[in-house]
Every structure is written in structure tokens, then in C-alpha cells.
């Protein structure tokens, strides 16, 4: 048990050590990784291969399922719906939700890149600094993974998790879980744009126009000046311009901005679309409830959106 915890009973601390970008990202036959060195997250990024044709196609990017399956799954209906083929998840596939292993096969099986989350790296190595609720959840988590009886899933779901990297670069955006400086672990809250203004402009510099990140679970786009314009403000309408901007997707199983419905966005040539979705929250919630290891908090949170 971390010696301290958050003084937010809802969110984990924020330090964690750099990990290296993984490149096997998502073969099949790919051996879990070694431990990486401290620095290697910042060096050698992984990129996708430019495609112009591939590059101007929608892409649904997606983040912070948390093992909530209802939520996901009506997520990928509307994905599947638009007729989008390219889905990219920014991270946090698992952890406190309860459906960890299903929402972890979908993501396998849908999602062309998917970043490594602070949940992810709980479950694949340690949890660190986790308060008690998301500490248990990451335990638990792992015991789902540990006893599937299928040899062949199990380890495909483990192979996929450990090869999970840590950023993308694109010839269109760089994508994230956290930060462009701490990519697992680093919070971009709203807030930052008054009381840490400096932090805002160190992040900044490290992007070169779009940048995509999760971690916080509220949706919006920050831009240089710096500002802060949530989805509401921006019509749910990000206009892609010269300018640089860090974009957050929202969470698709644990939102925090006070609205309970999924949330995720979807990059097309010229704008970014910001899509909210209602799900069956009480399943989900009494999912929870039924799961000893799970605290009842982790339910009751998503049916305020906090």
C-alpha cells in the first residue's frame, strides 16, 4: 500500500516512472516486454506509416473505458454506425470497472493503436500511488486476467497489455494518455490554465500542432494562449487551424464533468466532432455493487458524472 494517497478520494497521484514506447504495439506473437529504461519514454516515439489516403480518414479516438462494458458498447455501436474503420484508444482500458476482460477484447480486436493508461501500467507492473478504491480495483483487475481458464486468451489479453505504448506520433497528431511530458501519468486539468500557467506552456512545447489526451475524464481543447474551451462552448466543434492544441476526448466509462453519458471524439480532415452518448448506467452501477473488491463508490460516481 502506497504510504500516501490523494487527497481526492477519486483520483490517483500523478508521478510515475518514464516507460519506453513499445513497437511491437499489438502483434499477436509479440513477448511481453522488458523492463524499460527510465528515459526511454522521450526517445524513439512510435509513429504510424504516413498514408495520405489513411491519413485524411475519420478516426474515432476513444479513452478511459475503465472496464465499463455498457458504456463501450454503445460507444463502438455509434463508431460502427458512422461507418468509421480507424479507432485509436488513448488508454485505460481496464481498472475499477467490472468488466475488465470484455472490454479489453473489444479494444483488441477494434482499435488500430491503443496508448498505455496509468491502469493499464497497474495492472501489467504495480499500481502506484493508487488510493485504496483504485488499488483494489487494480488487484482485482489482475485476478480477472490471472484465471481465465482459456491458455490462448488469457495470454493474448497479457501479450496485448504489456505491449501497449506509451505515445503515437502521426503525421496528423501526437495521442497520449496523459501529457506529452508524462504521458502515463501527468493530469491536464482545465483549472491548470490559471494556476499553472508555466506547466501549460512546458507541455506546449513539446507538440508541434494536435495533440490527443485522456487521464482527466473531461472532455475540451486547450489551446496556447493558454485557454481552456469545453465541448459546449466549441458547439461540440473543434476547428483544426494552424494553431496548436492539446484535445481531450472525454472518457467513454467514467466521466467527470458532471454529465454521466459516454464521451469520445472523432478527428475527421478539418475539425475534431465531439460525441455524448447515454448508456445503461444503473447496469453498470449494479455490476459494481455485486463485486466485493469493487467499492460502491466506483458505481454510485458515474451516475453524477464525478
Not at 69 to 88: D, P, Q
Not at 222 to 247: R, T, W
Request: aromatic share 8%; net charge negative; glycine share 6%.
Amino acid at each position: 500500500m502506497p504510504a500516501e494517497m490523494p487527497q481526492n478520494p477519486s483520483d490517483e497521484a500523478e508521478p510515475l516512472a518514464r516507460l519506453s514506447s513499445m513497437k511491437n504495439a499489438h502483434k499477436p506473437d509479440a513477448a511481453p516486454p522488458e523492463s524499460p529504461p527510465e528515459d526511454a519514454a522521450n526517445a524513439n516515439p512510435a509513429a504510424a506509416p504516413a498514408d495520405p489516403a489513411i491519413d485524411q480518414e475519420p478516426m474515432a479516438i476513444i479513452s478511459d473505458i475503465h472496464g465499463n462494458l455498457e458504456g463501450l458498447t454503445v460507444v463502438m455501436e455509434e463508431i460502427n454506425k458512422r461507418g468509421i474503420r480507424r479507432i485509436c484508444c488513448l488508454g485505460d482500458v481496464i481498472g475499477y470497472g467490472p468488466n475488465p476482460l470484455e472490454c479489453m477484447d473489444i479494444v483488441i480486436n477494434a482499435c488500430e493503436f491503443t496508448i498505455m493508461g496509468n491502469h493499464d501500467f497497474a495492472i501489467f507492473y504495480e499500481p502506484y500511488n493508487f488510493n485504496t478504491a483504485a488499488e483494489n480495483a487494480a488487484f482485482w483487475t489482475r485476478g480477472q486476467f490471472e484465471t481465465d481458464t482459456d491458455r490462448e486468451r488469457r495470454n493474448r489479453r497479457w501479450r496485448y497489455l504489456g505491449s501497449m505504448q506509451t505515445r503515437l506520433n502521426t503525421s496528423r497528431f501526437l495521442a497520449v494518455h496523459g501529457s506529452p511530458r508524462r504521458p502515463i501519468n501527468e493530469y491536464i486539468f482545465p483549472d491548470d490554465i490559471f494556476s499553472a500557467q508555466q506547466k501549460i506552456s512546458l507541455i506546449f512545447d513539446r507538440i508541434t500542432h494536435l495533440c490527443f489526451v485522456g487521464h482527466t475524464h473531461v472532455p475540451g481543447v486547450f489551446v496556447q494562449h493558454p485557454d481552456f474551451y469545453s465541448p459546449e462552448d466549441l458547439g461540440n466543434k473543434y476547428v483544426i487551424s494552424d494553431e496548436k492544441a492539446i484535445i481531450n476526448v472525454g472518457s467513454v466509462g467514467q466521466p467527470r464533468d458532471h454529465d454521466p453519458r459516454s464521451s469520445f471524439a472523432i478527428l475527421h480532415p478539418d475539425h475534431v466532432e465531439f460525441i455524448r452518448l447515454p448508456y445503461d448506467v444503473a447496469t453498470t452501477v449494479e455490476k459494481v455493487r455485486a463485486i466485493d473488491a469493487l467499492d460502491n463508490f466506483l458505481g454510485q460516481r458515474l451516475v453524477e458524472g464525478t
